[in-house]
Structures are given as C-alpha cells and as structure tokens.
C-alpha cells in the first residue's frame, strides 16, 4: 500500500476521515487551521468554522449528543475560550464519539503565549493522547474514538506547532465501512435529563461517574498499546511524549525509551516498572513538567527539568545537552537584519494605522490578526494585544477608568473575524455601561493572517455555500451605537475624517474600515497597476517610507552611478524606488507625498 | 543521527522555499528513502523569513536538525544563507541564490544589508556555489521558475535518479507548467555539474 507524504494536520484530518467522524467544528488557529480546511474537503462529511471554539466545541457536543462522532478543532489558546463547555462535557459524557484537538505551540511561533494544554486534561479529568508523527497522528484519531465510545469521555488528541507542520509518510487506510458506521452511529435524540441537565442534583451524581471512569481510564493505561516501553542500553532510561519522543531518539537511539501515547492519565504500575529497570531516568518533555510532577509525586527519582528548558521547543541538540551535558558551537553568526513579517504592499490596514497616527497621541488597543503587524517600526500603530476581542473590553476598562481624561484618547481596533469571535459582546458592553472609545473594525473581509478563511460576515461557509452576511453597521446600530461610519482606508482623507469625528464624540463611535485583504482573491478583482516614483521630483523626504510598505525601497546617492543621481534639493541623500513586482497600486504613498513624485 | 542527511532550505516568503521542499521531500519518497521535512509557515506570505528541513535515510526520527548538522544549506536569498548559517556542518556544501531580498530596515535605509557573506560563510565551509536563479528562471521562460531552478542545482548531490525527479515533477505541477519547470530544472543541473 502506497504511503503518502502528510503533515500531522492534513494525517489528523485523514485519520477523522478513516475513522467515521462526520461533523467538524471549531475557529481558524495556527497551527491547527489545515485540519479543518482539509477535512472539510472530504465527501459526507460535515465541517464548519464557527464565530469561536466555545461555539465550535459546543456544537460538537451537539453532534456527539445525537450519536454521532464529532471533532471540535482548536489552537491551544482556543481551548481557553472553550472552556466553559470543556469542563461540564467531562462530567455528562455523550452518546456518540466526542474528539478534542488542541495544537499547542511551544516557541511561540504564532501565538500570544505557549500554554501547556497536557495541563487541561489534568483539570478537566479528561484522557489525552499526544502523537509522536505523522503516521500516529492518523492512528490517534482513530484511537480517540475508541476510548470517547468505550468510556463515555470527550478526548484529547494533542499536537505541537513542529508535529501539525512536518511532513512524513503516512499509510493510507480505508474509511470504516458504511456498515460498521451504521450498526452503532445511527443519528438519534436520546432524552436522558439525569446526564444532560447538569443542576447540582445531577452533576453530583455526574461527578461520582467521572471519578468511576477516571479510575477505569488509569488502568486502561496499563495496557494501553500506544504505551511503549522499549527495553535497550538501561543504563539511562527516557520517558518521554510526542514530538519530544523523536528528538530524543535521534539524539540517542540505544537508550532504553517509555513512549507514552497516551499523556493523561498515566501508567502508574508501568512508570514505576520502567523506573525499576534503567539506572538512570529522565523526563523529555517540553514545556510544563507536567509528567514530571506526577511521577515525582509517586516517590520516583526522575531528572526533568533540572537539565532541560522549561519554555520553547526542543530539538535533538537540547537533548544532547540535557543528558551527555555537551554545549553548542559558538555560533559563527555575524549581526544581520531581522526579517520579521510585515504587512503585505497594499494591505488596507496600512491607510487605516497611518491615518490613525496622524490623528494625535491615542492609546490604540489591539487584538489578534493581520493587523497586530502594524505594531512595528514605522507605524508603531498599537499599543496592546492581550488576547481575541481583549481591545473592545479593555478600552472599555481605560475609558471608564479615565473619565474626561480620557477623551479622544482612547481607540480599540479589531479584525472582521475577531470582533464576530468576541467582539460583540464587549462592543454591548460600551454602550450598556456607557464608556467613550471609538472602535475601528478592520473589515479586509477574511479571517486573512490563518490564510484566508471564511466568517459570518463574509458569506459563505467553510464548505463553500453561500450564506446570510452579517452587517457590521446595522449590528452596530442593533447593539445601541449611534455613531456608525464606513470608510475605505485606501482613502486617506476619507479616513482620518472619521477617525477625527469619533475622537471627539461623546458616546461610543465604531468606523467600519472596509477594504478586502490584497491577497484574496475572489473571482472578478482585477490588479492595479504598479506606481512609480519620478526621480526627477523625489526630494528623499522619507515621508512615504513612513507607511513601511515592502515595495518602498531607500536607495543612498552614493554607491549609484552619476548618471542616475538627481537632486531636486541641494541636502538631498538619496531617494525612493519603487519595486514594481511589489507594488499593488493601492496609491496610499502617492496620497501622502507632497511634491506628486509618485504616480 | 547516523545515516540522516539533513537538508536545510532557507529564503524569504512569497520565493517558493516550502514548494520546493515539498518536490524534494516527495523525490525523496519516491527514491525509497524514509523522510520527514519541517517548515514554520504562517509568516512566510508576509515577507518573512522561511525554513524547511528536509532530512532523509533508512529511518527518520526528529523532522528538525540539530545546529551544526545539515550536509547541504540551499539558500533562495542572498542574506538568509547567514542567518542559518548555525545550522551547516562544517565543511558542508552551500548552495545559494544570488537575489536579494530587502528586508524591512534595509528598505527604511536602516540598516544595510550584509555585503561580506562570502567572507562569513568561508569561516564554516569552502564549498560554496552561486546560483544565478532568476536569470535561469527568466532563461527558461518564467521568473517564478526560479525555485525550481535550485532544486535543479541541488539535485547532483542527492541520491535521486534523473527519471525520478522528472516523475517527481510531473506530479507537482499542472500540465501546462510542467515544460517550464523541467527546463528550469536542468538548466540549475547544469550550473552544479
């Protein structure tokens, strides 16, 4: 059987598939966007992205209520949001089959912080696998099921950034035959109150269900097959999960190795036999000490963290460290400019931040998109970005706690998709609890920096369906505020005249900077031509490179040849070029230069 | 890590690193080896810096490599060779593109961007060689061609057939681009040979 090359994301979308699972919910995340977008592509199954994970899980539950096998699909600061739903699902169980991925994301790649969501399945007394590979996180899927079904349990399934984004080769297997589902995952309503309906009567009783579970799910440990004792040189002996599992047998191959496939809850009786027979045992694992503490706990002599970080990823050079207590090379790097991502030549939120600047010494709260880019040199545009939706109910807190003070000085900008996440209801709270803020909505019509998914207010699903869009200004209006713009932040003016209303407004003000993403392309979006900046009129001024746009590029006179050097003032150093495979034409640097060099 | 070799691909998003990591990842498969390739993606349409490894032998574990430890460095862009540089053995081959690509302070006229890099990459190794890959891209026909050129001149010193990179491409590309791409392919052949 042939073996194709599979990212972790795209083998757990596969292994849903294989498995019968049939509905999908959850909200875009790095690094756990391409499950959803993968999954959803496969034939008779239903997939949708939902306004937020406690939405998405929620939904799932649903699904798994009418005995069906449903996933709910979240990044690791996603389970946060869902965790509501997470903790009460743990004590009335389901009917069908209830799978939970959470990819986390040591190293912060792309997120605002590296939660260690092992810690989750802990509190939430929730079982949780963790996949080493591709080739597992197939497997894993199929195994999640099993264990939601034969113990009345939500599942875990755990990914990392470095697992959701490697490629390996994964065998490819039949879906579980039309038959088999049939036999046990008919859809039906089951009314079953005393499971359901959690008063404190009832979760009582669910309570003493979990704690019998829990108890099952401990020595189902035991034997579980994806824990894997490897009995080889026991002179030091690796317990270790996931990922971390492969560092460490590339580092070391001919230690002896206790790979837990399943991290919550553990094998006691076989951690303690493990410990028994290898001299010297280590915890690899990134992160929280999370297996640590617990073994620890057993009374067992284990090194953990005492040799290895407790923040970031690994790889097999740490583990080198860790153990043989070798240290890196010196590195032979000289200085060189960082590459940071920024946003794209022609991207809407430039005109919007540059407006916004130019409008006076605000506090902008921010929130998680394309958007926090901006925060870089030269826009500097905003000034805080705690988590999905923070900026609408912080600048609410600042505003309220400022008083006159703060007037005019207090801004909260948020993403199309992240206000419909959890915008609404602090954008509510405004007008309920009457603070003075003006709230911009970047409406580039995406959920653009995860790669452009769909959201309610884009009008269509994640399938492709057409669908209701939501209208940000009659939502707006619907919520109690008065004062409700759209403005197009390719338009400067046009911008910073309402930017400059709704700082001096009394009330809540919201300004719905409408203008799509450049890198979406729906069919019909023509490109604008390429500009130009004139040498014969660029007096180096800089003021275009103020926008930071990556087509702008600042050539020094010297090191150019005579010929091409033209000053237009006597102090003149150089001047501006435009990079032409670059530019998107969206004219926000001819709309600011003042001597009409560029065209 | 005996018996791995380690790849390390680097450049700027948007220059098509993953692309080609992608095609090499899959050449490998074909060729029978065992595989794992890793890439950070997400921040690589912004301009930003991209990496893969590409790592192939009997049996893969870890998809990343240790500092120090990949044989071959293949660079889309001039400076990124540096940033990565870490990650070379010494005396390991590095093969790079001689396009340049500002990254944001340069463009600001901030900083200026590193002029020495031979210099720097001959403290680690001496075999270095200089790829022209958007004039062999623009040769055989299209400008984005140019990620394909370097797979071309990489291919010389991996274990891959001929008849299997051409298979290989073939299934990596629609129809109509195929042409292109193979002739970009061995024209970056030749610069290696």
């Not at chain 1, 920024?342 to 407006?355: I, Q, S």
């Not at chain 1, 919520?479 to 309402?498: H, R």
């Not at chain 2, 071959?72 to 790079?96: H, N, Q, T, W």
């Amino acid at each position: 059987m042939k073996k194709q090359l599979l990212s972790g994301n795209e083998a757990i979308a596969r292994g849903a598939f294989e498995a019968g699972i049939t509905f999908a919910s959850g909200y875009p995340g790095t690094p756990s966007t391409e499950i959803m977008e993968t999954f959803a592509k496969y034939k008779g199954v239903y997939a949708e992205w939902a306004p937020n994970e406690k939405v998405g899980l929620e939904t799932a539950i649903g699904a798994a209520l009418v005995n069906i096998d449903a996933m709910a699909v979240m990044k690791h600061v996603g389970v946060n949001v869902a965790a509501d739903p997470l903790f009460t699902v743990s004590y009335t169980g389901i009917e069908g089959a209830l799978v939970i991925i959470t990819a986390d994301d040591p190293s912060l790649h792309s997120s605002q912080n590296e939660q260690d969501n092992r810690n989750y399945a802990k509190f939430a007394k929730i079982p949780m696998l963790e996949p080493a590979n591709s080739q597992e996180a197939k497997d894993f899927v199929k195994l999640a099921v099993a264990i939601s079904r034969q113990f009345d349990t939500p599942v875990f399934l755990r990914t990392t950034t470095r697992l959701s984004h490697s490629k390996a080769p994964v065998l490819i297997e039949e879906r579980i035959s039309e038959e088999a589902k049939r036999e046990v995952r008919q859809a039906a309503i089951t009314f079953d109150t005393a499971k359901y309906v959690m008063v404190p009567a009832n979760a009582r009783v669910r309570r003493g269900e979990v704690e019998k579970r829990s108890a099952l799910l401990r020595e189902f440990a035991e034997t579980f097959p994806e824990n894997i004792m490897e009995i080889n040189d026991t002179k030091v002996g690796i317990i270790t999960a996931g990922v971390p599992y492969e560092y460490a047998k590339a580092a070391f191959p001919d230690y002896s190795y206790l790979k837990l496939g399943m991290v919550y809850p553990l094998p006691e009786k076989l951690i303690r036999e493990f410990a028994q027979r290898v001299e010297k045992l280590y915890i690899v694992e990134e992160l929280d000490p999370f297996l640590e503490e617990q073994i620890k706990a057993w009374g067992i002599t284990v090194i953990g963290k005492e040799v290895f970080p407790a923040r970031g990823e690994f790889d097999p050079g740490i583990i080198v460290k860790g153990i043989a207590g070798s240290s890196e090379a010196a590195s032979v790097l000289p200085t060189i400019p960082a590459r940071p991502p920024n946003m794209c030549p022609g991207c809407p939120h430039r005109g919007l931040f540059y407006a916004l600047k130019k409008s006076g010494k605000v506090f902008v709260n921010g929130d998680i998109g394309c958007y926090t880019l901006s925060f870089l040199k030269p826009l500097e545009g905003l000034h805080s970005c705690i988590c999905m939706g923070a900026s609408v109910s912080m600048a609410h807190g600042m505003s309220k706690a400022l008083g006159a003070a703060g007037k005019g000085k207090v801004v909260a900008v948020i993403g199309d998709s992240t206000f419909l996440h959890s915008g609404i209801t602090p954008l509510l709270n405004m007008v309920y609890n009457k603070s003075n803020v003006l709230v911009i909505i970047c409406d580039n019509r995406t959920t653009a920096m995860t790669g452009m998914q769909e959201h309610p207010a884009t009008g269509f699903t994640l399938q492709g369906e057409k669908t209701r869009a939501v209208d940000f200004v009659a939502l707006a209006k619907a919520l109690g505020v008065d004062n409700v713009s759209i403005v197009d932040p390719y338009n400067l003016e046009e911008t910073q005249a309402a930017i400059k209303a709704g700082l001096a407004s009394d009330s809540v003000s919201l300004i719905v900077s409408h203008r799509a993403c450049v890198l979406f392309k729906r069919a019909g979006e023509t490109a604008k031509p390429a500009l130009q900046v004139d040498g014969d009129k660029c007096t180096g001024c800089r003021v275009c490179l103020s926008l930071g746009c990556p087509a702008l590029a600042w050539r020094d006179f010297a090191g150019m040849p005579a010929e091409e050097i033209k000053r237009n003032t006597k102090k003149q150093e150089g001047r501006v070029f435009i990079e032409t495979s670059l530019c998107n034409g969206c004219s926000i640097c001819q709309q600011i230069c003042k001597f009409a060099a560029i065209g | 890590m005996n018996d791995i070799t380690s790849v390390l691909l680097a450049g700027v998003g948007g220059q098509g690193v993953l692309r080609a990591s992608d095609i090499l990842a899959e050449a490998l498969l074909e060729a029978g080896y065992d595989i794992k390739k890793s890439e950070v993606h997400g921040m690589a349409q912004r301009g930003g810096s991209v990496t893969s490894f590409v790592r192939f032998g009997k049996k893969v574990y870890s998809p990343t490599a240790a500092k120090g430890s990949a044989a071959i460095l293949l660079s889309f862009e001039k400076m990124e060779a540096l940033r990565y540089l870490d990650y070379l053995m010494p005396g390991g081959r590095v093969l790079i593109s001689d396009e340049e690509v500002n990254p944001p302070a340069c463009s600001l006229g901030l900083a200026k961007y590193p002029s020495a890099v031979d210099e720097f990459i001959s403290a680690v190794t001496k075999d270095i060689e200089h790829i022209p890959a958007v004039a062999i891209a623009l040769e055989a026909g299209n400008i984005r061609a140019a990620n394909t050129v370097l797979l071309g001149a990489l291919s010389p010193f991996l274990p891959v057939s001929t008849e299997i990179w051409e298979k290989t491409l073939r299934h990596s590309f629609p129809e109509r681009l195929f042409a292109l791409n193979w002739q970009a392919f061995i024209l970056g052949r030749g610069q290696s040979d």
